[in-house]
């Protein structure tokens, strides 16, 4: 501990890995303070290589990551639970932008916070099919599932998995709704408080 103390205490370019730092200060805002200090430079790494700082660096790999979302089927939001003559319908999320960045402490994954917006054509074309017509009355079905869209507010969260910080291995992925009150920053977040996630970026 004492060694990585004084790797903090310096102002050179000596680097400290997230990794090391949350199992050195167990206590969640201590760990948060150090890794707050070296943010934002090649000091802090994961798995030995810099977060942020060089055409390699951890978040270098995440739009990959992200970009694979777009085909992903499974990634959907449920609406139209108030209508009373149709059931509801699945609009898939199309684009995703990172929002957070936070680490486990128990197994070092490392989680990505992404708001996601949904795709409005695809919502146009199951309507079309499940026979729900356009309304401007927002008492109709149409009306309740054009409400539903624009207050979702979804969410992703990805659990992400490496050993070298240059490869990484989708372990688990979780999606959600603020429902109106915010994306990722309404219900996600407090998941992430809720499983003890040190916050490394709060954009």
Known sequence: MSILKELLA????????IVDIVKTFPNKK?????????WGTPRL???GNPILGG???VYSHFDEIIDSLKDDEDLYV???HTMEDHEPIRVKMVDF????????????NLFVGLDAWMDEEDMNEKSDKEGIEYS?????????LWEEFKKASPYVILELGSSNGKSFKIHDIITGSGNGHGMFYSAGHKEMQRRGIIDLRLD
């Open 78 to 80: 449920e609406l139209g």
């Open 10 to 17: 310096l102002q050179e370019e000596q680097t400290v890995d």
């Open 30 to 38: 201590e760990a948060e303070a150090h890794a707050r200090k070296l």
């Open 55 to 57: 055409n390699n660096d």
């Open 97 to 108: 932008q990172e929002c957070y960045l936070g680490i486990d402490p128990k197994t070092s």
């Open 45 to 47: 790494t994961y798995m």
């Open 136 to 144: 401007e009355d927002k008492n109709s079905d149409w009306g309740k």
